[in-house]
């Protein structure tokens, strides 16, 4: 038999007596209860808003300390003289997200704190109490603690087996449990219909959910800040996972399941939150969207092969040989405005940089080349080069329309057609959807891609073969 750990025998001792031979009676309540809310779901899958309590135990804690000194000065003493807590008592603990001060009473405390039932009695079980000094221990062992990101997607079906798709072993979509929702929720990701009435609906518990290790903090006292990480976004990789820049993961992952699908989709914010020693911390925020209502997107095997297949060229195409960023922020940008306005500039953005990026120097006819181009490019995807043509330079001209301060016509003559500007908004998305997703494969498998020798070889070396055909 093995013998026990001093420090953990000193635990379940004073534990032990704390809660089973310790008289509560005459000091009131020890165990306060704090309410949080949660979401609970119902049998046909909406949220509904419930309080919850979670037991605090300060004042247990307290009143503990002054009734047995010595017990738990024995107690106290054991936890600051174990080799692996004393070097970092008085010290700071934690994750590169944040760092809390660490003394032997956050062990203790957390011990107490796992032998409250959930009907908030205090009942002595020594298997949770072992589980509890376990985890606790395996805070100043591990190298690196696991980070949660939840990207909510209103309206998303995924139809694979068990409906879950996942896109790496970080990466997944597919229905929240209540404690992720909840964690949504609580931060005014999602909304529920009114506050007057706490209602979710089922299609609003699904989204995507990502894991990302955090390096774990330990400094011992007196040791000086060492600073954060550099946190240099324009290096970043597409799609990269880490905790000071998730926004730009989430824009990533919305922009690659944009160009793999046609359907609407939306992302209203995200969170990314980690539990540790010191309990939990976060960070969220929002991004403006159009209502939850107007999206719908499913994920079948399909569209799940697209969504992969792009993933993998875009995450692995080096920072030279990619699309420029800006051309996704742009194109995700279009399709959350509001205003067809905004989306038009946007969208005409996301084109200039995407068939304009050689052009640093020579700015003249700049709209000839966009559409020109964009012809040539969309033809190899099956498109008329002269609709695109005509569509991208009446783009070209609305956006000049909207960037000089006037207003747009309701209608848009094309090709001989009146299209209501919304239609032909439409139009020109789905063009650039199969632009930016030829393009971003283009990237990958020709090292000349997007250059002007390219594009010239493209433009000219076409014209050559079809004078050549005649």
């Known amino acids: 038999m093995e013998p026990i750990d001093p420090t953990l025998k000193a635990i379940l001792t004073f534990v032990k007596w704390a809660t089973c031979d310790f008289d509560r009676s005459s000091h009131g309540v020890l165990v306060h209860v704090i309410e949080r809310n949660t979401w609970t779901k119902n049998a046909d899958g909406a949220l509904r808003r419930k309080n919850i309590g979670t037991p605090v135990v300060h004042r247990l804690i307290d009143v503990l300390k002054q009734t047995n000194e010595k017990l738990w000065g024995i107690t106290n003493n054991a936890v600051q003289t174990d080799p692996l807590f004393a070097p970092y008592i008085a010290g700071m603990v934690g994750t590169e997200m944040g760092t809390t001060a660490f003394s032997a009473d956050s062990i203790i405390y957390g011990c107490v704190a796992s032998q409250v039932t959930p009907e908030f009695e205090l009942v002595y079980d020594e298997d949770r ?36 798709f996942e896109l790496s072993p970080n990466i997944s979509f597919g229905e929240f449990s209540e404690q992720d929702f909840s964690a949504c929720a609580n931060a005014a990701i999602v909304d529920p219909v009114s506050q007057s009435h706490p209602l979710i609906e089922a299609r609003n518990g699904f989204g995507c959910r990502a894991v990302v290790d955090l390096p774990a903090v330990r ?13 240099h976004r324009k290096g970043l990789g597409f799609g990269e996972l880490v905790w000071w820049a998730f926004d730009e993961f989430v824009e990533a992952m919305l922009f690659t399941l944009r160009l793999a699908g046609s359907e609407k989709i939306i992302a209203p914010g995200a969170i990314l939150f980690v539990d540790d020693i010191s309990g939990r911390g976060s960070s969220s925020y929002r991004r403006v969207t159009p209502p939850s209502w107007a999206a719908s997107y499913t994920i079948d095997e399909e569209t799940a092969e697209r969504i992969t297949e792009l993933w993998e060229v875009l995450t692995k195409s080096k920072h030279k040989r990619r699309l420029p960023r800006i051309c996704s922020r742009r194109f995700n940008a279009s399709l959350d405005r509001l205003s067809v306005e905004d989306a038009i ?9 995407l068939f304009l990026s050689d052009q640093q120097k020579d700015r003249s006819e700049m709209g000839y080349r966009l559409r020109l181009r964009a012809a040539k490019l969309l033809e190899s995807c099956g498109y008329d080069p002269q609709e695109v043509a005509s569509t991208m330079a009446k783009a070209y001209e609305l956006r000049s329309t909207v960037v000089h301060g006037r207003e747009l016509a309701e209608k848009v003559k094309l090709g001989g057609k009146d299209l209501s500007i919304d239609e032909f908004l439409s139009q020109v998305i789905h063009m650039m959807r199969d632009a930016l997703a030829a393009s971003a494969k283009e990237y990958a498998a020709d090292a000349n891609f997007a250059t002007t020798a390219y594009w010239d070889n493209l433009i000219i070396g076409s014209r050559k073969r079809d004078d050549e055909g005649t």
């Open 129 to 164: 109490l072992k589980a509890k000094y376990t985890e606790l221990r395996s805070a100043f062992i591990r190298e690196t603690i696991q980070a949660t990101i939840l990207v909510p997607l209103p309206g998303l079906t995924v139809t694979l087996p068990a409906q879950r």
């Open 345 to 353: 500039a946007d969208m005409t953005i996301a084109a200039e940089a």
């Open 219 to 231: 400094w011992p006292p007196g040791t000086p800040f060492g600073g954060l990480p550099a946190m």
